[in-house]
């Protein structure tokens, strides 16, 4: 892993970046992994004035509806439940308070490193209902799907699941048909597309007629995919290449695929900060909604309008920099943040001000 | 866009320094060594307790009684589980203590311990945890001479806490303070980071991992007299803690008003400690240490200071990692890897582990 | 879509493909992961892990493609100013 973050490579890239490039050009990031390490590296720093980097929509924890959070904080809440969920989730805020604050007050909320885990908690506390919060992109399905699987198969009836999976091509749509898009290309996230492949970005490349290019997580990944971004950009390409090769496959994973369309259906979805966006989410499927957590705890008629002061939701789409926020680092801070753009470790507003203030 | 700037109602009880509407109640952020917790001790302790010593806010508090200097400090020990792979939170409770006395350059002497045990604690557990107390002790040369007892109802303990309460003696004459920095001082420190906090985290319910990682739990006094014994001129000494490395260099910096400047490729970190915190998302620069510090010494005495350090049991990996800047600021700028500058902030609270 | 770490497979064990584990070295530390996507790999191969699945076998040739790249570009730098 070290070699993709040496010095000396990533400014040989950062050079032929710069030789290339006579134009602006505006490249979107998508995943939230990679606007880390680009803030955490300064790899932004070492690109040429005239490239934009836009932090896009994607870290799932800070697109996860207030809505979805106030339904998490409400089953949370209850004395029967053991809540798992990944660290992320912990701390971002919904209409009044948030999951760490629930834990302080005295409801068993508990870190899980898998959504396997939660299954197992569930199967070592019969007299306990597990829920286990589903949050993630195309990458973190695959093993919540697994975990549903595995609990339907042992006939495990206390464990139940709070779906929260979005999907990233139909957040790139809903950002390149709006109509104050600057983006010019993109850097797809390279594990959504382990898992999914990338056939799904040539009618977006096609249709909107920008660059697309499978982008890996290391300073010397992101780099050489600004580099195939910008090389296509100028000769006018727009197609759609696999920078990531070393794990991304063009068919994706299909075992897992396959049991993403056992266990989940498609579904619309509640955008933090973006609205709803038709077909952008899963629910589960057939036999295994009895695993819902919304249904079970009787949550799924919640319904919370998002707030107006926060605007992480034109952070989101790349249309302003958290920095340009009139909030940013004064009302709104790590501490006392008013989005998941500040909350989550992943968001572009708390990468800004843990790294560049 | 017009700005209107969204007035807060002040609805909070004068008495409290900390905005009620804010944190009405005391989260574990308060206690994870970063942003809130520096809050809490700021605005409840020091303003209340108000004095010139508490307000310097060091590691041990140093004072003069007939003549002659000492050290006062105290601790407590919450960690969980109670045994972890280098060490339990009985050595912990006693290396912690001694190591907050050396950091004010003290030669440790007497340690008080009080435990409020949980009821229903194995006394075989107990047993073993006070009989590494003993022997941490004696290691770091120090005796425990006074102590309290409480048992508490299940479910209100973890099992056991610990608090040991230690006194110093300072034989040397120099301020060992953060506002003794100097522009230019070279900041090292006595090995790799993160093990600690990683041991933990390999052994601790829902995150466990196979690791060879051992706590460093461990006294530094011993270094510490070294160096003084050697004439270095030490500026300021700080113990890595809870909110690692960040959150001490974030300390002194805010307290000696002088932006540090430190580099990635020198900072210490072993493989697998990097390797666990890849895994789970975290940042080896915060994760907790338990024998490590460390020191703001005169550039001129560097490569003496390093010399004594790597001559001391697991010293080996001390190094130099940046510098005092001179620039009038509480700021942490690290140099990456590849090259280029970003800023260190506090953490603000406690780290978590992260799939994002 | 984010946190996934590469490791080399050191033991495999069970026969249920969906229930299949693997232990995974990541540069020392030793963690039990699903195999469920990955069926194909052996011990000695690196996998990316996310939240305690594999989700897919790291290709050594591809990985080196970046090398490769800056390989030629240097070679092609090179070309250019002979004397450089």
Request: glycine share 10%; aromatic share 6%.
């Amino acid at each position: 892993m070290d070699e993709y973050r040496d010095a000396d490579a990533a400014h040989k890239l950062a050079r032929e970046i710069v030789r290339v490039t006579t134009k602006p050009w505006a490249i979107m990031e998508v995943c939230g992994g990679q606007t880390h390490a680009i803030v955490k590296f300064g790899i932004d720093e070492l690109l040429p004035k005239q490239i934009t980097l836009i932090h896009g929509p994607g870290c799932p924890v800070c697109v996860t509806s207030i809505e979805l959070i106030d339904k998490a904080l409400e089953i949370a809440s209850r004395p029967e439940v053991v809540f798992c969920s990944f660290g992320d989730m912990l701390r971002v805020p919904g209409s009044t308070t948030d999951l760490l604050s629930v834990k302080a007050l005295g409801g068993d909320v508990r870190i899980v490193y898998s959504p396997l885990d939660a299954v197992k908690l569930a199967e070592q506390n019969p007299g306990k209902e597990v829920v286990f919060f589903g949050v993630g992109f195309e990458t973190t399905a695959p093993a919540t799907a697994m975990a549903v699987y595995q609990a339907a198969k042992k006939g495990i009836r206390n464990f139940s699941l709070l779906v929260s999976h979005v999907l990233v091509p139909p957040a790139i749509e809903a950002i390149l048909s709006s109509p104050q898009c600057r983006v010019q290309a993109f850097l797809a996230a390279g594990h959504v597309c382990t898992v999914m492949g990338y056939e799904e970005y040539f009618p977006i490349a096609a249709k909107y007629h920008v660059p697309i290019v499978v982008t890996g997580f290391e300073p010397l990944d992101i780099l050489q995919g600004v580099l195939m971004c910008v090389q296509q950009l100028e000769k006018n390409r727009a197609e759609v290449e696999n920078q990531y090769s070393r794990s991304v496959r063009q068919e994706g994973n299909l075992p897992a695929i396959h049991l993403l369309r056992e266990v989940f259906q498609v579904v619309p979805r509640k955008w933090r900060g973006i609205g709803e966006i038709p077909s952008s989410g899963l629910g589960l499927a057939g036999p295994y909604a009895a695993y819902d957590a919304e249904q079970k705890f009787g949550v799924a008629g919640l319904r919370v309008d998002e707030p107006s002061e926060c605007l992480s939701g034109l952070v989101l789409q790349g249309q302003i920099k958290p920095h340009e926020c009139p909030a940013f680092g004064t009302r709104c801070t790590p501490e006392h943040p008013l989005g998941a753009t500040m909350v989550s470790s992943e968001g572009a507003c708390a990468a800004y001000y843990r790294y560049r203030r | 866009m017009l700005f209107v700037p969204i007035m807060q109602p002040l609805d909070f009880t004068p008495a409290c320094p900390i905005p009620i509407q804010q944190y009405p109640r005391v989260l574990l952020a308060h206690g994870g060594g970063g942003k809130l917790m520096h809050q809490l001790i700021g605005k409840m302790f020091v303003s209340v307790f108000h004095n010139p010593l508490i307000e310097t806010q060091h590691d041990s508090s140093v004072f003069e009684a007939g003549g002659a200097r000492f050290a006062f400090t105290t601790d407590s020990y919450v960690v969980h589980p109670l045994f972890f792979p280098g060490g339990d939170i009985g050595s912990m409770a006693v290396h912690g203590t001694v190591n907050d006395l050396a950091m004010s350059g003290a030669r440790p002497l007497y340690l008080s311990a009080g435990f409020i045990i949980e009821e229903g604690l194995p006394m075989e557990t107990l047993w073993k945890i006070v009989s590494s107390m003993q022997q941490a002790a004696a290691r770091a040369g120090v005796q425990i001479i006074t102590g309290d007892t409480k048992v508490v109802d299940k479910g209100k303990g973890d099992g056991l806490f610990i608090n040991t309460a230690g006194i110093g003696a300072v034989e040397h004459s120099l301020k060992i303070l953060p506002q003794s920095l100097r522009p230019g001082d070279a900041i090292l420190v006595n090995g790799d980071l993160g093990r600690h906090g990683m041991a933990i985290m390999a052994v601790r319910e829902g995150l466990e991992f196979e690791s060879t990682i051992e706590s460093d739990s461990a006294p530094v006094a011993e270094p510490v007299l070294e160096l003084l014994r050697a004439g270095i001129e030490i500026h300021c000494l700080r113990d890595l803690t809870r909110g690692g490395l960040t959150s001490a260099l974030n300390e002194i910096s805010e307290a000696a008003n002088l932006a540090l400047r430190v580099e990635e490729k020198l900072i210490p970190v072993r493989e697998d400690v990097r390797a666990a915190c890849e895994i789970l998302g975290l940042d080896p620069y915060q994760v907790a240490c338990e024998g490590r510090f460390a020191a703001f010494v005169a550039v001129r005495d560097v490569d003496r200071a390093l010399a004594i350090l790597r001559a001391q049991t697991g010293g080996a990996g001390a190094c130099r990692i940046g510098e005092v800047t001179d620039q009038r600021a509480a700021k942490v700028v690290l140099k990456s890897a590849i090259g280029v500058q970003r800023i260190l902030d506090m953490p603000s609270g406690e780290q978590l582990p992260r799939i994002c | 879509m984010c946190l996934a770490v590469p490791g080399k497979i050191v033991s495999i064990s069970g026969e249920d493909p969906l229930m299949r584990t693997g232990k995974i070295d990541f540069g020392g530390i030793l963690k039990e992961v699903s195999l469920a996507y990955v069926p194909d790999v052996k011990i000695g191969d690196y996998v990316i892990v996310h939240v305690g699945f594999a989700l897919s076998r790291v290709d050594e040739e591809e990985a080196n493609q970046v090398f490769e790249y800056l390989r030629e570009m240097q070679e092609l730098a090179d070309l250019e100013e002979p004397g450089a």
